[in-house]
């Protein structure tokens, strides 16, 4: 819904494609960031969830952000790192639809160093892939997480199997 008004506000080229591609990466970061909550709040009580759901997403958006000027200089366990983080593939993607094969933009300035959308995108470090790659990656965080959400609801909804785990847990106490 917002993402509408806002793509023709910031004056982006008027092609179906672009819009198209980036209203598709909106929603599905947005359904992503949705079934981790609900992964989230089926694992933990209402009161732990939403803390430990901060502390989840805080770190996932530094970390998404982090090299965004200087990508080529990070360590290659952070570039790996950035490469697992549904936000950081929703940042390219959008990036790359936005800014691929577009036209230069306006200047009224008698010199301006993002003029072609090629220089900003080497400047940001941000790889030139196809968005449908990066939506595939947004797609299968997705189901991970709605798969995993189920399961631990549905172990945390079966009695037997809690009360057997937690008997365990309680044997392994009694060791140490």
């Given amino acids: 819904m917002f993402s509408f008004p806002a793509y023709f506000l910031t004056d982006h080229p008027n092609e179906v494609d672009r819009f198209m591609g980036s209203c598709v990466i909106l929603v599905t970061i947005a359904y992503t960031s949705q079934a981790l909550g609900y992964l989230i709040g089926s694992i933990f009580h209402i009161t ?3 803390i430990v ?4 997403l805080i770190p996932l958006i530094m970390i998404s952000l982090h090299g965004l000027d200087y990508n080529s200089k990070i360590n290659p366990f952070y570039s790996f790192l950035m490469t ?9 993607g959008l990036c790359n639809i936005l800014s691929y094969k577009r036209g230069p933009l306006e200047c009224k300035e008698s010199f301006c160093i993002y003029v072609q959308m090629d220089n900003f995108m080497k400047h940001l470090s941000i790889p030139v892939i196809d968005y449908r790659h990066q939506f595939g990656i947004i797609l299968i965080f997705m189901i ?6 189920y399961l631990s609801l549905k172990c945390r909804l079966n009695i037997e199997l809690v009360t057997k ?7 392994i106490r009694i060791f140490k």
């Fill in 48 to 50: 732990n969830g939403s």
């Fill in 165 to 171: 785990l937690s008997y365990y847990v309680k044997k």
């Fill in 84 to 92: 697992l983080l549904f936000i950081r593939n929703g940042i390219v």
């Fill in 144 to 149: 991970v997480f709605r798969i995993m959400g």
């Fill in 53 to 56: 759901g901060s502390a989840v």
